[in-house]
């Protein structure tokens, strides 16, 4: 049995050249400063969502499954796009969508009068 992986996994220099500056951290930590993003917020580069589950099989509503999420950011030094994190989460199983056949519905007022009025 391999060693169980801890997450989250955190990355805090380049893998590339070291540098520790971030252009996508450094833009949206400007703007929180100027009060144009709310404290806190983090907004990366890229994300990937890696759904760890056999998509041949049917899916079984309400069974769940781990779920990666990767978080990219840039180097602002040398332009290498890199993980910064990754964190594993679990996803749930949800039946797709029903399409409704006929498409549109038209809006108030257009629909044919069978009031017999
Ligand atoms: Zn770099």
Avoid: W
């Avoid at 993003?37 to 069974?63: C, F, G, N, W, Y």
């Amino acid at each position: 049995m391999e060693e169980e992986i801890k997450y989250p996994i955190r990355f805090d220099q380049c893998p590339s050249c070291g540098s520790v500056i971030r252009v996508m951290e450094r833009e949206v930590n400007r703007a929180i400063i100027l009060g144009n993003l709310p404290p806190k917020i983090a907004i990366p580069a890229l994300i990937t969502e890696s759904h760890i589950i056999d998509k041949r099989q049917p899916l079984v509503s309400a069974k769940k499954f781990p779920v990666l999420v990767c978080f990219y950011d840039v180097c602002a030094n040398c332009g290498t796009l890199y993980c910064r994190e990754v964190i594993k989460r679990e996803g749930l199983a949800q039946p797709k969508p029903k399409i409704l056949r006929g498409g549109l519905i038209p809006p108030r007022g257009l629909l044919p009068d069978i009031s017999g009025n």
